[in-house]
């Protein structure tokens, strides 16, 4: 077992300020009457959380969106996908509208959703007239996949919430013939802070050649940027090659779900690797990742992988993970009820059975906690309110709400 490239903190640490809480010192002339200065109030230490019971069940959910108004959209990835609007008691609606699938992967409000009620989707397809293509294209009994992303508009139809004006802007390309199992796909979203770019992850579908996946004329293990509206961004990294998708932004990972930006700027990714070597990276365009090439982690069967090292000419990850949290949701804390955790990056871990908590800073992180939480958990994300709630995994998986522990 390789060694674990983990820069672990003993102690918590504190709070990078969540910008809610406590009042500013107030300067007063000598000799006059004033205000009483007060310091900024620190936020108390959260030593775990409480759970709520399930407040729904979904078969294989798989991501959220907080609403405005507190309801969320929760996606599944069962056999044939599906879309729920949720009420934070429970209820639950199907959306209708959506594309064909054979399950929904991230879902994400545009920027300006308040206006145009319009939402961002990834979704798994299956296409048996595609060209059989990918390790497993001898398998007969298994079927051409690829990953799609599409906007739409969110609203009431006659019997319920309704997608419409549905645009795919999105293919996989190749479609591939996987081996059973994920597939990883990719399909996390994350927009940028000026609402201008969305930025999605596609997955490596568990092919292994590299000179195949650093090939920039496929879009198989790359994180990819977009205009807002779908369209391809003029000033990407390789839009000026002939033979380059010029969607691409990054090359060389294997299977990210997750993406986010913290609140510097930077845009961070969530990849899991595959016998260790999970890993958390800072995205920078233009750059190589390094997957299958180099990883910190090893196949499960076949020759050992290198590990990243100075100068092999790939970008090595912020922090590694042996043994594997296995990341499949992320999100910067915003901090109004979690306000030690204030701008902390939150992973989920299906391994690792709860959140782990990592403080960014600049291009550089540590991990300072673990919360157990006794069970695969998918996704995260923070309400408007700032209570923060998580997808268990499976095809019983719950939603849950997380209420802070002060210690």
């Given at each position: 077992m390789k060694k674990c490239v983990l820069a672990f903190a003993a102690v918590l640490l504190g709070s990078c300020g969540s910008g809610d809480g406590g009042s500013s010192t107030?300067?007063?002339?000598?000799?006059?009457?004033?205000?009483?200065?007060?310091?900024?109030?620190?936020?108390?230490?959260?030593?775990?959380?409480?759970?709520?019971?399930a407040v729904a069940t979904f078969d294989k959910?798989?991501?959220?969106?907080?609403?405005?108004?507190?309801?969320?959209?929760?996606?599944?990835?069962?056999?044939?996908?599906?879309?729920?609007l949720v009420a934070a008691d429970g209820t639950k609606k199907a959306v209708g509208g959506l594309p064909a699938s054979i399950g929904v992967l991230d879902v994400k409000l545009a920027p300006d959703y308040a206006s145009t009620r319009q939402?961002?989707?990834?979704?798994?397809?299956?296409?048996?007239?595609?060209?059989?293509?990918?390790?497993?294209?001898?398998?007969?009994?298994?079927?051409?996949?690829?990953?799609?992303?599409?906007?739409?508009?969110?609203?009431?139809?006659?019997?319920?919430?309704?997608?419409?004006?549905?645009?795919?802007?999105?293919?996989?390309?190749?479609?591939?013939?996987?081996?059973?199992?994920?597939?990883?796909?990719?399909?996390?979203?994350?927009?940028?802070?000026?609402?201008?770019?969305?930025?999605?992850?596609?997955?490596?579908?568990?092919?292994?050649?590299?000179?195949?996946?650093?090939?920039?004329?496929?879009?198989?293990?790359?994180?990819?940027?977009?205009?807002?509206?779908?369209?391809?961004?003029?000033?990407?990294?390789?839009?000026?090659?002939?033979?380059?998708?010029?969607?691409?932004?990054?090359?060389?990972?294997?299977?990210?779900?997750?993406?986010?930006?913290?609140?510097?700027?930077?845009?961070?990714?969530s990849e899991m690797g595959p016998k260790g070597g999970d890993e958390l990276n800072v995205?920078?365009?233009?750059?190589?990742?390094?997957?299958?090439?180099?990883?910190?982690?090893?196949?499960?069967?076949?020759?050992?992988?290198p590990d990243h090292a100075p100068g092999d000419g790939y970008e090595a990850p912020a922090i590694s993970w042996t043994p594997v949290i296995a990341p499949a949701g992320m999100i910067v804390c915003g901090g109004k009820l979690f306000g030690d955790w204030s701008g902390d990056i939150l992973l989920t871990g299906l391994q690792s059975h709860g959140i782990v908590r990592v403080r960014p800073q600049g291009a550089s992180a540590s991990e300072v906690q673990r919360i157990d939480l006794g069970t695969r958990v998918r996704d995260i994300a923070e309400a408007p309110d700032g209570s923060l709630w998580i997808l268990t995994d499976g095809a019983a998986g719950e939603l849950r709400r997380l209420s802070p522990v002060f210690g």
């Open positions: 107030v300067a007063v002339p000598p000799g006059t009457s004033g205000p009483t200065p007060t310091a900024s109030a620190t936020p108390a230490t959260i030593s775990g959380v409480t759970q709520s019971v959910p798989w991501a959220m969106a907080m609403l405005p108004d507190g309801r969320m959209l929760v996606s599944q990835r069962s056999a044939s996908g599906a879309l729920w939402i961002f989707i990834t979704y798994m397809v299956e296409d048996r007239a595609a060209l059989r293509v990918g390790r497993a294209k001898d398998e007969p009994t298994l079927f051409p996949q690829r990953m799609e992303a599409a906007h739409a508009v969110l609203g009431n139809g006659t019997t319920g919430p309704e997608l419409s004006n549905v645009v795919t802007f999105f293919r996989q390309d190749p479609t591939i013939v996987a081996f059973d199992g994920s597939g990883e796909p990719g399909g996390r979203m994350a927009f940028s802070p000026d609402g201008r770019y969305l930025f999605l992850t596609s997955g490596d579908r568990q092919e292994l050649d590299a000179s195949f996946l650093f090939d920039l004329s496929n879009t198989l293990g790359k994180i990819l940027r977009f205009n807002r509206d779908g369209s391809i961004p003029a000033d990407n990294p390789f839009a000026a090659s002939a033979t380059a998708k010029k969607e691409i932004w990054t090359i060389g990972h294997r299977n990210h779900y997750g993406l986010a930006f913290t609140r510097d700027g930077r845009l961070w990714s995205i920078k365009p233009g750059l190589n990742y390094g997957w299958p090439a180099v990883s910190n982690g090893d196949n499960y069967v076949g020759p050992a992988i």
